[in-house]
């Protein structure tokens, strides 16, 4: 498809257990974003990627999330020992755009995570 | 810190009259300024967007008015639709990449 791809749409885990969820951005999309969204609430930044390279990880909660884009294309957001409060929409969002301070991305539909 | 924020977690409006939805920013050296709708279980959509020399930009159906005296950002829906009911996102970034969001509107339209 032409927008951003993402897998798991649902995941149910138990407490404790590792997850992983993976994003396909539009093809050529130099920058890489995750986002959570937890229930009622607006997305949260979590990490940002500029080709290959994590521009800027600060919007990790912890050292439990990691991600990594080796290719410069997909990447996978990784979550270990996870917890309830873990439970939220991760969402993933790619854009063309060179300057970072134009805003336009283009977002997935989202990995809808829930931890037992 | 900064903080972006709508005046109103929700809205009702008759289908076919104009919806204006109210968002304030705190951060005062914010220079670019977006609207996301979102859908129920889909990701946000860009709707438009305002640079801080602007204040006001038009798109199909939609206006976004912005005052940075009061810092205050709105977008206005004109004859809105079914279709139009989502959340509605206001985000901003500083001289920076990270969006920020506020907590959204929840846009309902009565036929």
């Known amino acids: 498809g032409a927008g951003v791809s993402q897998t798991p749409s649902n995941k149910v885990t138990e407490k404790g257990k590792y997850v992983e969820l993976r994003c396909d951005p539009i093809?050529?999309?130099?920058?890489l974003y995750w986002y959570r969204q937890s229930l009622g609430q607006g997305p949260e930044f979590l990490i940002y990627?500029?080709?290959?390279?994590?521009?800027?990880d600060s919007g990790l909660p912890n050292d439990r999330f990691f991600a990594v884009r080796p290719e410069g294309s997909v990447s996978t957001l990784k979550i270990q020992r996870t917890e309830r409060g873990d439970s939220a929409v991760y969402l993933c969002?790619?854009?063309?755009?060179?300057?970072?301070?134009?805003?336009?991305?283009?977002f997935g539909e989202g990995s809808r995570l829930t931890v037992l | 810190g900064e903080s972006v924020g709508l005046h109103l977690p929700t809205l009702s409006v008759q289908e076919g009259d104009n919806s204006i939805i109210n968002c304030a920013y705190s951060?005062?050296?914010?220079?670019?300024f977006i609207w996301y709708k979102q859908e129920s279980g889909k990701g946000p959509q860009f709707i438009i967007d305002?640079?801080?020399?602007?204040d006001k930009r038009q798109g199909q159906r939609v206006t976004v008015l912005l005052n940075k005296t009061v810092k205050h950002l709105s977008l206005q829906i004109a004859a809105t639709q079914p279709g139009d009911s989502a959340v509605y996102f206001c985000?901003?970034?500083?001289?920076?990449?990270?969006?920020?969001f506020g907590a959204g509107t929840t846009v309902t339209v009565r036929a």
């Open positions: 969002a790619s854009s063309p755009w060179g300057d970072p301070n134009t805003g336009e991305l283009f």
């Open positions: 093809s050529g999309h130099t920058a």
């Open positions: 990627f500029q080709g290959t390279g994590a521009a800027d």
């Open positions: 951060n005062s050296a914010s220079d670019y």
């Open positions: 305002i640079r801080s020399n602007m």
């Open positions: 985000a901003e970034t500083p001289p920076s990449y990270k969006l920020s």
